[in-house]
Structures are given as C-alpha cells and as structure tokens.
C-alpha cells in the first residue's frame, strides 16, 4: 500500500472514532427546559438527602426506645424484687424491729423502687387514697425532719412521684390523700393557711410550735424579712412568710410595711417602751403610730 493510501485510511479511521465519540457526548440542556432539568436533579439528590438522614434518625430512635425498654423490664424486675422483700417482712413482722422495718423502706424509696399504691388494684374509691395517705406518711416523715416540718403541696408532688418511678401521681390524687391524712391519724397532716397555701406538716412541728423560736429568731437578727428567714432555716420563702404572720398574729412580732414589704422587727412590751423612750416628753412628736395590741405596743413608721 501507498503511503498517501496509509494516511487516507489512518485519517479515515480517526475521523470515524471522533464522530463515534461525539455521538455518545449528551448534548448539554439549555433554556428553561434546561433550568427545570437541573431543578429536578437538585430535588432529587435533597430527596435523597433527606431520606438518608431520616432512615439514620429512625436507626437512633429505634436503639434507644430499645433501650428504654431494656431500662423499664429491669425497673419491673427491681419492683417485684422490693415488693417480694416487702411481702416477707410482713411474713416475719414479729422477728424484727420496727426501727429496721422503716429504715429498709426508706432505702426503697430512695432508691425508687417501693411497692407503690396504684389505681389498679383499688380503683378511685376512698380505700386507694387511704393506702396512698399512708404511703406518703411513709415517703415525707424524713424530708419533713429535714426541711423543718413543713412541705408545700408541689414539693410533695415532686418527692412523691420521684419515690414511687414509673406509677405516677396527678396532683388531683395527691391532694384527695393529703385530704386522708387527719382522718386515719398519721403523723403528718395537710394545713391550709389563710393565704390559700397548703402545706403537708409534721403534726408535732406545725406553725403553732414554731412561734416562738421564729420570734427568738428574729429578736437575735434584729430585723427579718422572709427572704433571710427561708435562707436561716433552708426552707422556702412562702413558708417562711407563713411562719413570721402567725407570729405576728400572736403579738410576738411586729410588721414595718412603710419601707420594705414583710420587714420584721420584735415587739416592744409596754416597761421596754417607756424605758426607751424615758427622756422624751410627747410621744406625738415621734415618727411613729403606737398601738396597743395583746398586752404589747405596735410601732409602725410612717
């Protein structure tokens, strides 16, 4: 063959490879058919984005809710270990104390783990609530020592149903048990003062056992409000107004309301008030409006 044959077939056969490599290039989209054609890819790989994420959010709830019910089977399996323990502690009730007895349900209680009182077993009749007022005479005798005899409904509400774990309480039972208490003499009791707060109390710590040592509280602070009577005595501030009214209400302290709310001072008897003001010829002339109340004086600033 001819060289000038060789480069016309060589020329030939590259010309044919370059028009069959043309033919398989995909001729690029323009116009709007374009514009929608890549509107419709992005969708797509978002779409698949998104399901992506979705299966692996599915993956994860899944594990955990199975591992929530791994958590509640063991929950279930340390109840029925507590109430199986409980039940052969009534079987032997006369082999030991009642000072162990107690002790061990309070390590169940804290631990979460009690025998607790559901609606299953006695519906909503009065028994349910009679077994849950003694149940939280149980679970609130130590808080209550602890916190100076005294717990506000929503306390109790939170110690409770900590307690007591998965079977938890509505506010409405709570307060039907509470409203038990004094009817089945327990040791704890539910109060309402005359602002509208209920508290559950140890009967032998009420309000009425705690004037005193409020008004010798405050006779050592020299002035008190609520705020620094709740910080003395680690309780919360509503009870701690409720403390220094009632020792108001019985003339042990006095209320400066003139300069800064529930200000609280100590009452003057009638010898410490003349004493005081010995030297001063006309009590009208003092920045102060005397009253006599229960064998004491009231002096409240103008």
């Not at 979460?112 to 939280?136: I, Q, R, W």
């Not at 079977?167 to 003499?185: G, R, V, Y």
């Not at 056992?209 to 005595?233: D, H, Q």
């Not at 009638?270 to 002339?285: E, G, P, V």
Request: aromatic share 8%; hydrophobic share 40%; proline share 2%.
């Amino acid at each position: 063959m001819n060289t000038w044959e060789r480069s016309l077939s060589g020329c030939a056969t590259s010309s044919s490879v370059t028009l069959r490599n043309c033919s398989t290039v995909v001729p690029r989209a323009v116009g709007i058919s374009g514009i929608e054609k890549r509107f419709a890819e992005n969708h797509h790989r978002t779409h698949e984005s998104i399901s992506q994420v979705l299966f692996f959010i599915y993956y994860i709830m899944k594990a955990a809710f199975e591992d929530m019910n791994r958590l509640m089977e063991y929950a279930r399996e340390m109840v029925s270990l507590s109430k199986a323990i409980t039940d052969k502690l009534r079987a032997k009730k006369g082999e030991i104390t009642d000072d162990e007895t107690v002790r061990f349900k309070t390590y169940l209680l804290s631990l979460g783990v009690s025998d607790p009182v559901t609606k299953s077993a006695f519906g909503s009749s009065a028994e349910y609530y009679k077994k849950l007022a003694e149940e939280l005479a149980v679970v609130l005798c130590t808080p209550l020592k602890e916190c100076g005899g005294m717990m506000t409904l929503s306390d109790v509400y939170c110690r409770i149903n900590r307690a007591r774990g998965l079977e938890l309480l509505s506010p409405e039972d709570i307060l039907n048990a509470c409203q038990m208490l004094e009817q089945i003499n327990l040791p704890i009791s539910l109060n309402r003062f005359e602002s509208g707060v209920m508290v559950v109390q140890l009967k032998e710590m009420n309000v009425e056992t705690t004037i005193e040592s409020t008004a010798e509280l405050v006779a050592t602070m020299g002035t008190c409000n609520a705020s620094k009577l709740a910080k003395c005595l680690s309780i919360t501030v509503i009870l701690a107004k409720e403390r220094l009214l009632a020792a108001e209400a019985q003339a042990k302290l006095c209320r400066d309301d003139t300069i800064e709310v529930y200000i609280i001072f100590i009452l003057f008897s009638r010898s410490q008030l003349f004493q005081y003001y010995a030297n001063i010829n006309d009590f009208h002339t003092l920045p102060v409006f005397i009253r006599y109340q229960k064998r004491f004086y009231e002096l409240k600033l103008f």
